[in-house]
């Protein structure tokens, strides 16, 4: 008879999951038992980058991603990225093995106690399978509900002596939708709604970008003459940067985000929150007179926003309805004045600002040529008024939706593998703050190992600059532990296998940015950077 280790690999290839990024340990290596040839395993140093370098590859092809860490402890270490990948809406299948079922009820050393709690709230679904012939049925519903809108991780525990147990060749493979389609009633009636609007304003979030409609974002846009603006901490840019309808990011505050949408008579929220706040800056929810239209793929998200008419419905399925229904406007001209350039002579004062550096960054590249994340929080602004952060491409930007440091570096190593599964070849440009750097610098090892083209830019100012703009923002002088001295980025970076550089004038960086883009593998560049802290909601 087949064994139970048997039935779930082939389930696992009919649904394509041959790749596994783990961190293997004692109650995990029966799974990974005569690793199939077949199957690709990719080894990261620890469990939160595990989670981020699976989260990164999903979210670049497209598709699912295994995951697999140590019990309880593992998943401990992974929770950080597991939060995040659930708010990135990824859909990740995580498994970590448990002790032996004949030990269970005694409790033995690394028991996952309480295995379907630990991960919840930030999994979509829990399961530990009751028998051992359940486990390929487990796998099978945990593929099902990953992939069902809204898309997210699920977790299984796998008790260690399960997988050589005989069972019947068993077909549970099944197919499932992954969008759903909106109410055509409730779609005719935000049409109608949009259409009698006197100055209609679109935000639009990550959804788009999930469900490929950045082209029919750009025609709905286009159609009504409405200017778009991304959602606060939008994870993943859904419309072009240098499009004439681009307004910019709305800012995380109450009042500052109203403010920005005056005299506008309704807000058409498409594939985002209804709002991602952080701080606390008083103000109403919608400038005065303004209704708000919601469209989300998240009936949890559509329940919680606090004003607004909702739609839960797939982004890309719900603008096709739209489209034919609203009346198409005059175009207008371009909702906010062009940039402008940033030019850093060679005998700029140093250290540079930020922006400085962004800017002598894009004499190199610009957005559309490269993958970018980002992960130096205090410096979003800047860089997205440089070429390098206008975002002109689908699937070119990526963030972390949840605000928790860690992800960035590993997620940068998924998406360089995405790119070199895939052969689109597209480098991973990763702007990672000092502080930022030390919470998964082990993931630079797995993308030397596995040929990443990666190259992390880590801004360096000794600093949490992001805090130092909140104390300034919450009057609280005087914060201990917000300034970091004594870090060697070059050394760590070179202690895992990348080429490193350290940097501070423009023609420097311009030669060390252009070498790691052609060596086409982990790169790390610390560049000093000015300490100047800004505004955490410009003014």
């Not at 910019?248 to 594939?271: E, F, I, R, T, Y």
């Amino acid at each position: 008879m087949p064994t139970v280790r048997d039935v779930t690999f082939a389930l696992l290839r009919r649904l394509g999951l041959t790749t596994v990024v783990g961190n293997p340990g004692s109650t995990e290596e029966t799974f990974l038992k005569n690793f199939p040839d077949d199957f690709t395993y990719i080894l990261a140093l620890q469990e939160s980058s595990v989670v981020g370098i699976a989260d990164g590859l999903a979210q670049g092809l497209g598709k699912p991603v295994l995951v697999n860490v140590h019990t309880g402890a593992g998943m401990g270490n992974a929770m950080g990225c597991i939060l995040t990948a659930y708010l990135n809406k990824t859909p990740l299948i995580i498994t970590a093995g448990q002790q032996t079922r004949d030990m269970l009820l005694g409790e033995p050393f690394l028991t996952n106690i309480d295995e379907t709690m630990l991960p919840k709230p930030w999994v979509k679904w829990s399961y530990e399978p009751k028998r051992p012939q359940d486990v390929p049925g487990a796998f099978m519903r945990a593929y099902a509900m990953a992939m069902q809108q809204p898309q997210g991780p699920v977790f299984l525990s796998l008790p260690l002596d399960d997988w050589e147990k005989d069972m019947d060749a068993v077909d549970v493979y099944r197919t499932v939708s992954v969008r759903h389609a909106p109410d055509p009633a409730r779609i005719a009636e935000f049409a109608a709604r949009i259409n009698a609007s006197a100055n209609p304003v679109l935000v639009y979030g990550a959804d788009l970008s999930r469900s490929q409609a950045w082209e029919q974002g750009i025609a709905l846009a286009e159609a009504v003459q409405a200017p778009v603006w991304l959602g606060p901490f939008t994870e993943r840019v859904p419309f072009p940067h240098n499009h004439p309808l681009y307004a910019g990011v709305l800012p995380p505050a109450v009042g500052p985000l109203s403010k920005a949408l005056a005299g506008h008579d309704l807000v058409v929220v498409v594939g985002a929150p209804v709002f991602r706040y952080y701080p606390w800056v008083a103000g109403e929810t919608l400038p005065a007179g303004a209704k708000l239209l919601q469209i989300i793929d998240d009936p949890y998200e559509a329940g919680k926003a606090v004003v607004g008419d909702s739609l839960v419905a797939d982004s890309l399925l719900a603008v096709e309805a739209l489209l034919p229904l609203v009346a198409k406007r005059p175009a207008r001209g371009p909702v906010r004045p062009e940039r402008a350039k940033v030019a850093v002579p060679d005998d700029a004062p140093l250290p540079l600002t930020p922006r400085q550096i962004f800017g002598v960054l894009s004499e190199v590249i610009v957005g559309g040529d490269c993958i970018l994340v980002n992960e130096s929080p205090s410096n979003m602004a800047d860089l997205a008024a440089t070429p390098l952060g206008v975002v002109t491409q689908p699937d070119s930007s990526f963030v972390m939706a949840s605000g928790g440091l860690g992800w960035g570096m590993p997620a940068a190593v998924g998406l360089a593998l995405a790119e070199k599964a895939s052969g689109r070849g597209k480098p991973v440009v990763a702007v990672i703050g000092d502080g930022s750097f030390q919470y998964s610098l082990q993931s630079i090892w797995t993308g030397v190992q596995h040929g990443a083209h990666v190259v992390y830019v880590v801004l360096r100012n000794d600093e949490y600059g992001i805090l130092k703009s909140f104390a300034r923002l919450e009057e609280t002088p005087g914060v201990p532990g917000l300034d970091l001295p004594g870090l060697d980025i070059v050394s760590l970076g070179k202690g895992y296998g990348a080429a490193t550089a350290k940097v501070d004038t423009p023609a420097a960086i311009r030669e060390a940015f252009a070498d790691a883009l052609a060596f086409k593998g982990v790169s790390v560049i610390e560049i000093a950077a000015d300490k100047h802290v800004g505004d955490l909601i410009p003014k």
